[in-house]
């Protein structure tokens, strides 16, 4: 599958459906070679941001905000060709998304409060002197800014 593909087909379906999308193929792109408590890592901070509305009001919203995860870093064209990861990537988001439909007191959060992570090895972000949450793998996660839930 390539990546336009993905993006397009989440913009056609229903919302609640895209959103378990573009959060496996972030999950995917970000994370496929972490360990699953990385992924869910990298799945906590997309939701705890969507939340947030500081980048939009659903996961592809957020996922697709320019510059911020995978799908708007790497080529349009990339193929998502690892079958397996993509498995792992699809049961990992789904089980982070039915952990955040908890009440906040009752989610099993990883990486509390983090706002941004980053891959050191490829990456060097101007936030990344912020509070370090975690180290999980080789990805560190930050709390760069308090987020809370936008008011409904």
């Not at 009440?103 to 992570?117: D, L, M, N, Y």
Request: with cysteine.
């Amino acid at each position: 599958m390539k990546l336009a593909w993905i993006l397009w087909l989440a913009s056609v379906l229903p919302p609640q459906t895209a959103d378990s999308l573009c959060l496996s193929t972030t999950v995917y792109l970000e994370a496929r070679d972490q360990s699953v408590t990385g992924q869910k890592a990298v799945a906590e901070v997309a939701l705890r941001r969507r939340d947030s509305g500081l980048w939009g009001n659903t996961v592809c919203d957020v996922v697709t905000a320019r510059k911020q995860f995978a799908p708007t870093l790497v080529a349009p064209g990339t193929r998502l060709t690892n079958t397996e990861a993509w498995g792992e990537a699809v049961t990992v988001a789904l089980d982070a998304e039915r952990n955040w439909a908890l009440p906040p007191g009752q989610r099993k959060e990883i990486v509390p409060g983090a706002s941004h992570f980053a891959a050191h090895a490829i990456a060097s972000p101007s936030w990344r002197t912020a509070y370090q949450v975690a180290t999980i793998g080789d990805h560190t996660f930050y709390k760069v800014q308090s987020l809370k839930p936008r008011r409904t």
